[in-house]
């Protein structure tokens, strides 16, 4: 969307109806501030990503690390088969034993459920 000379006039007439003719200066220093910083942010921030997205190597000489396709695999498939070991390992009511029980106390098996 482009703005032509008409439409900018157009907005330049109803910015001075709105702001009136003594205000409108000081509205123009203030847009432009805000323009001169959001640019300032826009080129400070596209510099940073290129300085972090760049495919140079790193300063001090050693190459990033990274993962082979066959390390990937197997650290995914070692992953999955440890977190469905922690799963499938359930505790029944029949295994767990109360300090009561330790220490020899009689205990009633309903209280357990």
Not at 41 to 56: A, G, I, N, P
């Amino acid at each position: 969307m482009q703005l032509g000379p008409a439409e900018i006039l157009v907005v330049l007439v109803i910015a001075l109806l709105v702001f009136g003719p003594n205000k409108l200066p000081e509205v123009g220093r203030q847009v432009g501030r805000a323009m001169r910083e959001f640019r300032q942010f826009q080129q400070t921030m596209t510099r940073d990503m290129h300085e972090v997205f760049s495919e140079e190597a790193p300063a001090s000489g050693e190459p990033a690390p990274s993962l082979s396709p066959e390390d990937a695999t197997i650290a995914a498939t070692s992953s999955d088969a440890t977190s469905s070991d922690a799963t499938s390992s359930e505790v029944t009511s029949s295994e767990v034993t109360s300090s009561d029980e330790r220490a020899g106390a009689p205990v009633d098996p309903e209280a357990h459920e």
